[in-house]
Every structure is written in C-alpha cells, then in structure tokens.
C-alpha cells in the first residue's frame, strides 16, 4: 500500500462493499466450474475484509461507547453466522443445487450485513472520528487485510 495515500475507512468499507455485492451476483448466476472459481476468489475477499473488520473497525466502535459496542457485537455475531455458512459451501460441490440453495441464503445474509453497516457502523465512525482517524483507520483496515488475503 503507497502510505502517502489517504483513505477514509467509509469509502474504502463502501467501495468493498460494492465489490463484494458483484462478486455475489457473479457466483449467484454463475454454474458448474466457474461458480467454483468464482466462490474460491469471493470467499477470499470476505475472509480479509471481515478480518479487517474485526481488527480495525470493530474495536474503533468499542471507543465510541456502550452504543458502539453494542453495533459491533451484532455485526460480529452476524459475522460469525455467515463464516459457518461459508465453510458449509467450501465443503460442497459448487455445481450442485445444494450448493446454489445454500449460496443464496448466504448471500442474502451477506447483503442484509452489509445493508446494516452501511446504516449504523459507518455513519458512527463518520460522525465520530476526525477525518485525520478515519484516514489512520482505512490504513489500517487495508494493511489487515493484505496479511488475511493471502491466507485465505
């Protein structure tokens, strides 16, 4: 990462977020072994940015408050639902209908987290955080994520 660019952790949550959403819908409406690879790449993707998020965003919550903590708490156990559902697709053959069935529950879960950051943890952190912390924060956020996308 060039460390002389400044982001902002919202923009670069919002622009992963949008990412993310198309990689959803690439592996949704792929089939056989393509949504394979597909899902392979996008698993990854979710893998550093939820890394990322639990080591950047959601403690920088915490500091906010009682109210912060809370938001984060229920972001993370929304987490920690859709990561059981991605190790169950893992284990599947991306090819089958089963596959396809419990794909779309994940993505719905998925897009309805995403939905919920973009309405309560990202307005929090922009009405809380300095530009300057923001700025330190999205640093942050993108160099967890470097470390987490190669082990995915």
Known sequence: MDSTKNVDVVDVV????????????????????QRGTLFARLAGVLAAH???EEAVIYPALRKLGAEGGKVADARIDEEQAAEQTLTKLKGMDAAS??????????????LAHATKEEAEVLPMLKSSCSGDERRTLGEAFLATQEPAASKA
């Open 14 to 33: 919002l622009e992963q977020h949008v990412a993310a959403k198309k990689g959803l819908t690439e592996v949704s409406n792929a089939s056989g072994a």
């Open 97 to 110: 209908a089963e596959f396809g069935t419990t794909f779309e529950g994940f993505m719905a879960d998925v």
């Open 50 to 52: 939820e890394a990322a």
